[in-house]
């Protein structure tokens, strides 16, 4: 199947401090990405959905200005978490298709802990 | 939106045969079902897509009856290391929100 990759895989980062977790789409280019996060135990909480050159569509309470997201390229797309606190710890995943519709690939998630 | 429902879990013995079946009553038209295999502290893992009938690939099969409303991903011979939470994915491109359900936690017995 198609690749995503992010990065980086673990990131430990200062309260109040910001943080960026990248997503790649390796073999494929995709208009489409998407976020989540994930809790122990738990699904996947979608977050958000990114078309290539559009501002992102977010889910009822997620916010939008702590939860940054850009999608500049085809095989780009990243997160920021601004003014990180110690309950935005959690896994961050990523996943992409080449168009909505298609198949979604994910990537290998990222573990962000706030201290 | 096409919300899934799936067991929360299921036991088997190595060797066994396991089916989880995806339950979606509102699928929509343009909706595919696709399931994915998620090990802890890893992104989930394409395993397998359909949208009507049956489907297979080297790993598992997937079968669809005619009305849609439900999917079941069918694993030959499981191991220890299929041990894991099974998703099923209903999306297409009509469906701009993508929810998961809760997934099903197999687990694989010696």
């Known amino acids: 199947g198609a690749v995503v990759s992010q990065h980086p895989s673990r990131v430990i980062c200062k309260s109040g401090t910001s943080v960026k977790i990248e997503c790649r789409s390796l073999d494929f280019q995709a208009t489409t990405m998407f976020w989540y996060r994930q809790f122990p135990k738990q699904s996947l909480m979608l977050m958000a959905t990114?078309?290539?050159?559009?501002?992102?569509?977010?889910e009822q309470g997620v916010e939008k200005d702590k939860f940054l997201i850009n999608h500049a390229s085809l095989t780009l797309s990243t997160l920021t978490v601004t003014s990180a606190h110690p309950e935005d710890s959690s896994f961050y995943i990523c996943?992409?298709?080449?168009?909505?519709?298609?198949?979604?690939?994910f990537g290998e998630g990222s573990w962000l802990t706030v201290v | 939106l096409a919300k899934t429902t799936q067991p929360i879990s299921m036991d088997s013995y190595e060797g066994q045969e396991v089916n989880i079946t995806c339950s979606h009553n509102?699928?929509?038209?343009?909706?595919?079902i696709t399931w994915y295999q998620q090990f802890p502290s890893q992104g989930p893992r394409f395993i397998i897509q359909?949208?009507?009938t049956k489907v297979t690939n080297e790993v598992a099969s997937l079968f669809i009856p005619a009305d849609r409303k439900s999917s079941t991903l069918s694993l030959p011979r499981v191991s220890l290391s299929d041990t894991a939470v099974y998703y099923c994915?209903?999306?297409?491109?009509?469906?701009?929100?993508?929810?998961f359900g809760k997934g099903t936690k197999l687990s694989v017995i010696p």
């Open positions: 990114s078309n290539e050159g559009s501002k992102a569509t977010y």
């Open positions: 996943s992409a298709s080449a168009r909505q519709g298609d198949t979604i690939y």
């Open positions: 359909g949208y009507k």
């Open positions: 509102n699928i929509a038209t343009n909706d595919y």
């Open positions: 994915l209903v999306s297409g491109a009509g469906s701009y929100q993508l929810t």
